[in-house]
């Protein structure tokens, strides 16, 4: 008995619906994974981005205060403050706004999530005002008692009279220049009328 003999074309067209299935299913299985992999990126993206936040917020209060410690001049405090507080805000604002320029039109977007970036500013803002306000305090009252403390010593030493601030003394200085040169000028022109007189 002859075995059964399959034409040539068939076991093309069998061989070709098999490779074809295979395809599919691994054309379908690295589409999951790479879904999987996007979906673990985007995760891990927003999972350092908050640890940014929370990273900065602390660091800004922690920054304020060593440097307060450090005795620099309080706008620096501040300003440092300031920067670390709303630099992960001032990045998700920066990443989500876009604008563009043509000879046609212009136009701008502030991207799918402009309220996160939003947000973030806004508490930074508050933390890094939160966390100078009391160091800000502190000085105001600082120098309150040492001018108090100053006044007190001259009292006791009987020298009361203090000097004007520094704008009040320089206006007086700047009037009696003024005055000066007012009395020079009436005075030459007094002398230029008496000779004239004389002649």
Same mark, same amino acid.
């Given at each position: ?100 320029? &043509?000879? *046609?039109?212009?136009? @701008?977007? !502030?991207?799918?999530?402009? #309220?996160?970036?939003? $947000?973030? =500013? ?32 001259? &009292?006791? *030493?009987?020298?009361? @009279?203090? !000097?004007?601030?520094?704008? #009040?003394?320089?206006? $007086?200085? =700047? ?25």
């Amino acid at each position: 008995m002859l075995a059964p003999h399959t034409p040539p074309e068939l076991d093309s067209e069998l061989d070709s619906e098999e490779s074809t299935q295979i395809n599919q299913e691994t054309v379908r299985y690295l589409s999951r994974i790479e879904a999987k992999l996007y979906q673990d990126i985007e995760a891990r993206k927003r999972i350092d981005s908050g640890l940014l936040f929370i990273a900065c917020q602390f660091s800004s209060c922690s920054l304020s205060w060593l440097l307060f410690e450090l005795q620099v001049t309080l706008s620096i405090i501040q300003l440092a403050s300031f920067c670390v507080s709303c630099l992960p805000g001032l990045i998700d604002f920066g990443d989500s706004f876009n604008f563009s320029i &043509s000879s *046609e039109s212009w136009e @701008f977007s !502030l991207g799918q999530k402009p #309220l996160v970036g939003i $947000i973030k =500013l806004a508490i930074g803002i508050g933390v890094s005002w939160q966390g100078t306000t009391k160091i800000s305090t502190e000085v105001a009252n600082t120098y309150a008692q040492i001018n108090q403390t100053y006044q007190e010593i001259r &009292s006791a *030493e009987g020298l009361s @009279f203090q !000097l004007p601030n520094m704008g #009040l003394s320089l206006l $007086i200085g =700047l009037s009696a220049i003024a005055l000066i040169g007012i009395f020079k000028k009436f005075s030459n022109t007094d002398n230029t009328g008496v000779n004239q007189n004389e002649d």
